[in-house]
């Protein structure tokens, strides 16, 4: 079992990741999970009990830590943040304690997220 002092995953900055289009920002976790608490009805709960995603990668990280593919967020038409791929591992790491963590930003989306979240 990978403990809260333990964790420092290996983000894989390659995978699904397109320039053309999108950015990498490093982000601050807690300032992304307050808002997106209040902004997206797909939010996960801190340590959820029965959420089929989140369960199954953390039994995977946990019983094999390998590289992982990161978050991409973006911003709404009524400027709201949510996920277009990666809640539950950005949900696990939030709650394993990690701080900061590199996601993928649309372009289009960049100033607003970097001025919101940003580190």
Known sequence: MVKKAEINPIFDYKKDFNPEQEVI??????????????QDPFYIERNPKGEEGYEKFKRS??????????????????????????????????DMGLSTMPVIVKKKDYDEIKRRYSV
């Open 25 to 38: 920002l490093n982000i601050s976790v807690p300032k992304l999970a307050n808002d997106w608490a209040t």
């Open 61 to 94: 990280y946990e019983k094999n830590p390998q590289s992982v593919a990161l978050p991409t967020i973006g911003i709404d038409s009524d400027g709201n943040v949510g996920f277009y791929d990666g809640r539950h591992r950005f949900s696990y790491f939030r």
